[in-house]
């Protein structure tokens, strides 16, 4: 796969032997561990609920009180941290919360090899790394491909919500999406991602990263764009 670049870099140190040995004694049997195979959701969550994909979730209360301000949705949090996975797990067992699956793996593979196509509701990424430096950018996990397939995953009025203080980066990400509506190889000549600006009751948002950007009083850019179909 020549266009895959891996957009993290996964530093933290040794976890301790306890919560290694928690994660290995409940992670499998709460969540879904990463397979190169299609995720029957109505299988996973035992209902037809709308399906929430949130990418980087991190380590913070933000996806708890989401999915349980949610219930009416079906959440499923993609991370490679593993301390925020970790974190995550224990409220998920504290609250018995039943509408979050957690997958710890490349949200890249994640999303083509498991994520049926047309099956998402909302994907949802709040402050994706932005890599400001110029010689990094080319690690930014929302360029076009990844934007295609993110496409191809969107239910019909599907939406792609981006939260981002990094203006050179939210720059980036809605000039890669109006390429893709220009591009007539993979869109076949329609405007398919069309930018919206709702406030979804869904969220509130709280994570880490908004809360650092506040403090530090910077701009941050709302990024919403819907999946209309144009063709029948
Ligand atoms: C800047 S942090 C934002 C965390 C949180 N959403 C917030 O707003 O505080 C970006 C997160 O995305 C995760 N991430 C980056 N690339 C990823 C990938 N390819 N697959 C899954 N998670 C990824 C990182 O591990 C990190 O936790």
């Known amino acids: 796969m020549n266009f895959y670049i891996k957009s993290f870099s996964c530093r933290f140190r040794k976890l301790k032997k306890s919560k290694q040995i928690f994660f290995n004694k409940y992670f499998n049997f709460f969540n879904i561990n990463y397979k190169n195979k299609l995720i029957n959701f109505n299988k996973i969550f035992n209902n037809q609920l709308p399906i929430v994909i949130d990418i980087g979730f991190g380590i913070d209360n933000n996806i708890i009180n989401i999915v349980m301000n949610n219930i009416k949705y079906n959440f499923i949090g993609i991370e490679v941290y593993l301390p925020g996975i970790i974190k995550c797990l224990k409220k998920i067992i504290k609250y018995k919360i039943k509408n979050l699956k957690l997958i710890y793996y490349d ?50 009025n599907g939406i792609l919500y981006i939260v981002t203080d990094c203006n050179n980066y939210k720059k980036d990400i809605i000039s890669n999406i109006e390429d893709l509506n220009k591009s007539c190889f993979f869109f076949k000549k329609s405007n398919c991602y069309k930018n919206i600006y709702e406030n979804f009751d869904l969220i509130s948002l709280n994570t880490n990263f908004f809360n650092k950007a506040k403090k530090e009083n910077k701009i941050i850019y709302h990024i919403e764009y819907k999946k209309i179909k144009l063709f029948k």
């Open 107 to 156: 949200v890249f593979f994640v999303l083509k090899n498991m994520i049926p196509n047309c099956s998402i509701k909302i994907i949802q990424l709040f402050f994706p790394d932005p890599w400001p430096k110029v010689k990094h950018q080319k690690r930014r996990l929302l360029k076009k491909n990844f934007l295609k397939i993110i496409y191809s995953k969107l239910t019909d």
